[in-house]
T-cell receptor, first 113, second 115 residues
Framework: DAKTTQPPSMDCAEGRAANLPCNHS???????VYWYRQIHSQGPQYIIH???NNETNEMASLIITEDRKSSTLILPHATLRDTAVYYC??????????????FGTGTRLQVTL | SAVISQKPSRDICQRGTSLTIQCQVD?????MFWYRQQPGQSLTLIAT?????????ESGFVIDKFPISRPNLTFSTLTVSNMSPEDSSIYLC????????????FGPGTRLTVL
C-alpha cells in the first residue's frame, strides 16, 4: 500500500470547519483513500473513503485532488467530541488479505472551546 | 455495521505468563484481524485470521508468540505468550464489513500491562 503523510497535530475551534490534509503522492490507480479516527481509549472508527471524486456523508466530506496525490478530510462543524487522532490510509478496496489496513502516525485533532 | 466485543477489557499480568484475548462479533465474517497499539503509537497489524485455516502473520510477528484461533465465523482468540513488559499494549480485533466500502469495524480493545 502507498504511504501517506499527515501533520502530527492540528487545533480547531468548536463550530468551525476542521480541514485535515493528507499527502499520498505514490498512490496507485486502484487504491482508494480511507479515513479513520480513533477517539481516546476506543477502537478506530471508519469515517469515509473515495477513489477520485469528492465524497460526502453524515460525518464528513472528502476532497481528493485531480491528480489524486493529496486529499483533505473536512469536518464541517467540529465539536469537542471530534477530538481524536485521524488516520489517512490508502489501499485497494476488495476483500481478502490485501484489505488489511496500514496505519501511519495520523493527525491528532484537538477541538477547543 | 458489525458490533464487536473483546474480553478482557484490560488486564495486568506478570512477566512470563500468557493471556488469551477473546473477540466476539455479532454476525458471521470471513476475515478477522488482530492489531497491536503500543503506548503512544499507531496500530500495527499482527495477523489475519480466516476461519478454517492458519492465520497469516505480518513481518515481525510469529505464531509461537501470538497464537490465534478461529473456531467459527463469529469468534477468534489471540494469545500473548511468555509475556514481557514490552508486550504492554492495546490489542484490538477488527472485521471487514459486508458492504462495498470494505470498511473495517474495530473492537474496543484490550489494554494489557505486563509487570
Amino acid at each position: 500500500d502507498a504511504k501517506t503523510t499527515q501533520p502530527p497535530s492540528m487545533d480547531c475551534a468548536e463550530g468551525r470547519a476542521a480541514n485535515l490534509p493528507c499527502n499520498h503522492s505514490t498512490i496507485s490507480g486502484n487504491e482508494y483513500v480511507y479515513w479513520y479516527r480513533q477517539i481516546h481509549s476506543q477502537g478506530p472508527q471508519y469515517i469515509i473513503h473515495g477513489l477520485k471524486n469528492n465524497e460526502t456523508n453524515e460525518m464528513a466530506s472528502l476532497i481528493i485532488t485531480e491528480d489524486r496525490k493529496s486529499s483533505t478530510l473536512i469536518l464541517p462543524h467540529a465539536t469537542l467530541r471530534d477530538t481524536a487522532v485521524y488516520y489517512c490510509i490508502v489501499r485497494v478496496a476488495y476483500t481478502g488479505t490485501a484489505s488489511k489496513l496500514t496505519f501511519g502516525t495520523g493527525t491528532r485533532l484537538q477541538v477547543t472551546l | 455495521s458489525a458490533v464487536i466485543s473483546q474480553k478482557p477489557s484490560r488486564d495486568i499480568c506478570q512477566r512470563g505468563t500468557s493471556l488469551t484475548i477473546q473477540c466476539q462479533v455479532d454476525s458471521q465474517v470471513t476475515m478477522m484481524f488482530w492489531y497491536r497499539q503500543q503506548p503512544g503509537q499507531s496500530l500495527t497489524l499482527i495477523a489475519t485470521a480466516n476461519q478454517g485455516s492458519e492465520a497469516t502473520y505480518e513481518s515481525g510477528f510469529v505464531i509461537d508468540k501470538f497464537p490465534i484461533s478461529r473456531p467459527n465465523l463469529t469468534f477468534s482468540t489471540l494469545t500473548v505468550s511468555n509475556m514481557s513488559p514490552e508486550d504492554s499494549s492495546i490489542y484490538l480485533c477488527s472485521v471487514e464489513g459486508d458492504t462495498s466500502y470494505n470498511e473495517q469495524f474495530f473492537g474496543p480493545g484490550t489494554r494489557l500491562t505486563v509487570l
